[in-house]
């Protein structure tokens, strides 16, 4: 079962570049939604989604992009990257059925920025 | 604001004792709380959910209970194994969340369970 799936693991860039962050989910979950973790502030919501064409701003958007054109698909944008934006990146889906429901991960993207 | 605070930050016990973590959070409008553990460079695996309407839930050796009134939740741990060793989140769903999920974590406690 393949889950949540966050593509790259690891990944370096440099300042001002831009880059995607993938995530694809195969059980049909609703609710998308990424986060980040840095030491000592556990994780932050960025952005979510309820479905297909829908999205929406979390607690930390600033400097990030996501769309969701298809159930499975969540991808993650970075449009001109930042130090500050050194992070790991988590994705995570569940049902969603009037209430939350059990969150399932993937297994992150550990992302630096020189 | 919802904020969720667990301690301790870092446990270390001996192998076959049995332990409990805490978490606290300020605001009793929770649809749920989940418990996750994270391993070093991993994701998150969900532990055990408890609904808003539940005092708690049992998985194997883990037990987590939940006290929506107090705005507190333990997760009990029985005959620690080292192989428990990882870092142990709760996150809560919030009421004004909505059905969308949106987690509020913990910074989580580092458990280490000695051989």
């Known amino acids: 079962n393949a889950g949540v799936t966050q593509t790259p693991k690891f990944q370096v860039l440099k300042t001002g570049q831009s880059m995607t962050l993938q995530c694809a989910q195969d059980?049909?979950?609703?609710?998308m939604s990424w986060y980040r973790q840095d030491p000592g502030m556990g994780l932050r919501l960025i952005h979510y989604s309820v479905g297909a064409g829908i999205t929406d701003q979390g607690e930390v958007p600033n400097g990030y992009n996501v769309s969701r054109s298809t159930t499975e698909d969540f991808p993650l944008r970075l449009l001109s990257a930042a130090p500050s934006q050194t992070s790991v990146y988590f994705c995570?889906?569940?049902?969603?059925?009037?209430?939350?429901?059990?969150?399932?991960f993937g297994q992150g993207t550990r992302l630096t920025v020189v | 604001k919802q904020e969720v605070t667990q301690i301790p930050a870092a446990l270390s016990v001996p192998e076959g004792e049995n332990l409990v973590l805490n978490c606290s959070f300020t605001d009793s409008a929770i649809y749920n709380l989940q418990w996750f553990r994270q391993d070093p460079g991993k994701g998150l695996t969900s532990l055990l959910l408890?609904?808003?309407?539940?005092r708690e839930q049992t998985s194997g050796r883990l037990n987590a209970s939940l006290d929506k009134s107090s705005g507190r939740s333990t997760l009990y741990i029985a005959a620690s194994q080292p192989g428990d060793s990882a870092t142990y989140l709760c996150?809560?769903?919030?009421?004004?969340?909505?059905?969308?999920?949106?987690?509020?974590f913990g910074t989580g406690t580092l458990l280490a369970v000695q051989p």
């Open positions: 059980m049909n979950h609703e609710y």
């Open positions: 996150a809560v769903a919030p009421y004004y969340g909505g059905a969308t999920n949106k987690l509020i």
């Open positions: 408890i609904q808003s309407s539940q």
């Open positions: 995570a889906s569940s049902y969603s059925i009037g209430h939350p429901t059990e969150a399932f």
